[in-house]
C-alpha cells in the first residue's frame, strides 16, 4: 500500500484564476500517476495519465507534472466546468487514490 | 464503444453478503486490468480489488479474506463477491477498466444497515 496525500482539500478560485493541486506519494512511483475530476452524482473522468499525458478530448489548459514522488496538477485559466473534484490515484503499487481536492467558487 | 453496466447492489445487513457484478461491452474483460473501486457518500475514492488478465488477484487490506474478485469470460463480466459485510462496506461500487481508469461504469450503491 503506497498512501497518498493530496493537499490542499479545498481551494477557492475565480473564474480565470490558475490553480495548482500537489500529490505526494510516500515513496518513489516513477511517472505511474493520474489525475480525475469528478462532478457531483456522475463518474470520475480520466484528464491526465503517465504523470503528464493529457488525455483525449481533455482541454489543453489542465496540465501534470512531476515524477518519483511528488506530482501537481495544474490548470491554467479556471472556467466554470473546472469547479469539482479532482483526485490522485498511484498506479505503481497496486492503485491507491488522493484525499481529494475541491474546488470551490472564491 | 466501451461500456460497463454494474448491477447487484442493495441494502444489506452487517455479516450478510451481496454479489455484484459488471457486464462488459466493446472489449474483453479477460484480455484488460480490472478493477473495482468504491466511494462512500460524500467521501473520496478507494480502491478496492483488481484482476489481471492473467487472473491473478489483490485486495485492499479493508477487504481482504471477505472480498472475491472474479470473471467470466463466456459472458464478458467482472464479479465481486461479498461477505462479512460491515457498515463501512457501505458505497457506490465502480467497475473501472484499465490501470489508469478511461472507463468507468455507473457504480451500483451497497447500503449495509441493519
Known amino acids: 500500500d503506497i498512501p497518498m496525500t493530496q493537499f490542499p482539500s479545498t481551494l477557492s478560485a475565480s473564474v480565470g484564476d490558475r490553480v495548482t493541486i500537489t500529490c505526494r506519494a510516500n515513496?518513489?512511483?516513477?511517472?505511474?500517476l493520474a489525475w480525475y475530476q469528478q462532478r457531483p452524482g456522475k463518474a470520475p473522468k480520466l484528464l491526465i495519465y503517465?504523470?503528464?499525458t493529457l488525455e483525449t478530448g481533455v482541454p489543453s489548459r489542465f496540465s501534470g507534472s512531476g515524477s518519483g514522488a511528488e506530482f501537481t496538477l495544474t490548470i491554467d485559466s479556471l472556467q466554470s466546468d473546472d469547479f469539482a473534484t479532482y483526485y490522485c490515484?498511484?498506479?505503481?503499487?497496486?492503485?491507491?487514490f488522493g484525499q481529494g481536492t475541491r474546488v470551490e467558487v472564491k | 464503444d466501451v461500456q460497463l453496466v454494474e448491477s447487484g447492489g442493495g441494502l444489506v445487513q452487517p455479516g450478510g453478503s451481496l454479489r455484484l457484478s459488471c457486464a462488459a461491452s466493446?472489449?474483453?474483460?479477460?484480455?484488460?486490468?480490472m478493477s473495482w473501486i468504491r466511494q462512500a457518500p460524500g467521501k473520496g475514492l478507494q480502491w478496492v480489488s483488481l484482476?489481471?488478465?492473467?487472473?491473478?488477484?489483490y485486495y485492499s487490506d479493508s477487504v481482504k479474506g471477505r472480498f472475491t474478485i472474479s470473471r467470466d469470460d463466456s459472458k464478458n463480466t467482472l464479479y465481486l463477491q461479498m461477505n462479512s459485510l460491515k457498515a463501512e462496506d457501505t458505497a457506490l461500487y465502480y467497475c473501472?477498466?484499465?490501470?489508469?481508469?478511461?472507463?468507468w461504469g455507473q457504480g451500483t450503491l451497497v447500503t449495509v444497515s441493519s
Open positions: 473501472a477498466k484499465g490501470r489508469a481508469v478511461r472507463s
Open positions: 466493446g472489449f474483453s474483460v479477460s484480455s484488460n486490468y
Open positions: 484482476i489481471y488478465s492473467g487472473g491473478t488477484t
Open positions: 515513496q518513489g512511483i516513477g511517472r505511474w
Open positions: 503517465d504523470a503528464s
Open positions: 490515484q498511484q498506479y505503481n503499487a497496486l492503485s491507491t
